[in-house]
């Protein structure tokens, strides 16, 4: 082993580290490949001086370069004995590589390191511990660059004990020393019994990983069965709505047919009278210009004679004529605009009922509630406010976003969604899954949520918010705040704020009130379970307006 060594570094060129090819001797004695050689002294030449890279020794003017024939043909010889140098990287150490602690000059790249002799060898100095029998039981690792961590900066000794007092590894001469009457054993008990710990760790990470990757493959054939449905929702909707469109095309050709016919009808009867009346008019025209003649005619008796032939006219037909106002074509419109409305109603309430189905898809994976406004404002959702369900004294405005109170009612219409005795009123949104909201009130105010279903007519608890279990309210006023669901009301300490922020996030039966100024803070949190999608709702005493969504991107 340590000839074929030799050999590899005397036949082997010290610019490329392998065997020479094309050998030259420079003045110096050193040998080079032609073409490595050459290609150093190219880049030297602007400086005018050409040295040797082993030795430095300088020549001038630049040497002529001839083949060694003899070192090439050893060269030859030894390849085909079968040598081949070994590449630097086995050979030399690199930077990153741990060098030999024995070599001498340019040192080899270790391949052992000594517990024991705290040393690392390359194979050549490595061979005294496979043939000297006191080495033989030293422990070899591999190649380390912190085998001097091994020794105590104190005493210059290796630590092979451990202070379990200090949880730390400490030399012979420290046992005496500071570590007296400490809890101390040597490092190679207290590495058994870590040993021991770390195995059980790493049973118990090999079991969650296993564990973790079958939860993996679960999630992996759960996004394929949720592709598969939403494909197959998707285009069983498709159909459904295209026969829905379909429908409503039919019935839209039906009854333009039946105006067109009914105004095929209704003009065919005026046509029939017109025509009459205008014969009417010829034949009176006719009649008076007989008349006409017979009043000029200037003999008495031809006048007598013809008088009572011309005298009687025929039976008038304007007696039987009435003209009938348009209204069954306009009744026709409002009939059609009430289905419009009811279908936007039925619309409106199988939308809330698909959107709950949705969330109700299982998640096995959940996100905690946001910690910060801008992460709330994620789930920012547009809320207005449903005119149908407003007290006669609350005055809409601002695209329905706004409520204020009036002191003269602002509508006399009575409709079943309408609190008749509480100032109070509902969104239009159903809201489900997550989502955020912030209302800038005036004065005391409400901010609630409820089911549809609360009752609205008088002023009993089960129509006001947070008196009954259909709605959850935070009462604000001057003075602090009250958190109130099925009558029972809790006072809340908190800083006072015209901003409210509402979080919800129905299906994990999460509703968080915070106050909203430079921070949120918060205030009231309610935990529970949700039944049915929920309205945001507002008691109010003076104004409040939900604020316009300001969505964030997701980081």
């Known amino acids: 082993m340590e000839q074929n060594q030799l050999d590899r570094e005397t036949f082997s060129c010290s610019i490329c580290l392998d065997l020479l090819k094309d050998p030259v001797t420079i003045p110096c004695g050193h040998s080079y490949c032609m073409k490595c050689i050459k290609n150093f002294w190219d880049e030297e030449d602007q400086k005018g001086i050409h040295s040797c890279p082993q030795c430095r020794k300088t020549f001038l003017p630049r040497p002529e370069l001839s083949k060694n024939t003899m070192l090439a043909a050893l060269v030859e010889q030894l390849k085909k004995t079968g040598l081949q140098a070994a590449p630097a990287d086995l050979c030399y150490a690199g930077p990153e590589d741990v060098a030999c602690d024995f070599c001498s000059g340019r040192k080899r790249r270790a391949i052992k390191s000594c517990l024991v002799c705290l040393a690392s060898c390359c194979e050549k100095h490595l061979q005294p511990h496979y043939d000297v029998a006191p080495l033989k039981k030293h422990k070899l690792v591999e190649p380390s660059k912190n085998l001097q961590e091994n020794i105590c ?14 949880q730390r590894c400490i030399c012979i001469i420290c046992l005496m020393d500071e570590h007296k009457g400490h809890d101390t054993v040597t490092a190679a008990a207290e590495r058994t019994e870590r040993q021991r710990e770390l195995e059980v760790r790493r049973e118990n990470i090999q079991q969650r990983i296993q564990d973790r990757e079958k939860d993996v493959k679960l999630l992996q054939q759960e996004l394929e069965a949720i592709k598969h449905s939403a494909d197959k929702t998707v285009e069983d909707s498709e159909k459904i709505f295209t026969q829905l469109i379909r429908l409503i095309q039919k019935r839209s050709s039906d009854v333009k047919q039946q105006i067109r016919s009914q105004q095929e009808t209704e003009g065919s009867r005026v046509k029939e009278l017109q025509e009459k009346l205008e014969q009417e008019i010829t034949e009176l025209k006719r009649k008076d210009a007989e008349l006409k003649q017979l009043s000029d005619t200037e003999d008495h008796s031809q006048f007598l004679l013809n008088y009572p032939s011309l005298s009687a006219l025929s039976e008038s037909t304007s007696s039987s004529i009435k003209i009938r106002p348009l209204s069954c074509l306009e009744d026709v419109t409002a009939a059609v605009s009430e289905l419009r409305d009811q279908l936007q109603d039925i619309l409106r309430d199988a939308w809330t009922n698909i959107s709950l189905r949705l969330t109700e898809v299982d998640v096995s994976l959940s996100e905690p509630e946001p ?29 329905n976003r706004k409520v204020t109170v009036m002191h003269q009612p602002q509508s006399d219409s009575s409709h079943p969604d309408r609190f008749t005795g509480w100032f109070q009123v509902l969104s239009r949104e159903s809201l489900t899954g997550r989502c955020y909201w912030e209302v800038e009130r005036r004065g005391r105010v409400d901010v609630a949520v409820a089911y549809k279903d609360i009752s609205r007519g008088g002023r009993g608890k089960e129509c006001g918010f947070g008196y009954n279990d259909k709605s959850w309210a935070l009462h604000c006023h001057q003075n602090g705040y009250n958190f109130g669901h099925n009558n029972i009301w809790t006072s809340i300490s908190g800083p006072g704020s015209s901003r409210v922020g509402v979080y919800l996030d129905h299906r994990a039966g999460i509703l968080s ?17 949700f039944t049915q999608p929920l309205h945001a709702g507002l008691l109010v005493g003076d104004s409040a307006e939900f604020c316009k969504a300001k969505k964030t991107e997701s980081t």
């Open 153 to 166: 900066s104190r005493h210059d000794e290796a630590m092979k004990m451990f202070c379990r007092t200090d």
């Open 371 to 399: 910690e910060s406004r801008a992460g709330f404002l994620r789930y920012s959702c547009e809320i207005t406010l449903d005119p149908n369900t407003a007290n006669t004294k609350l005055f809409l405005s601002e695209g």
């Open 513 to 529: 009130f915070y106050s909203v100024s430079e921070t949120v803070t918060l205030l009231h949190r309610v935990q529970t379970t």
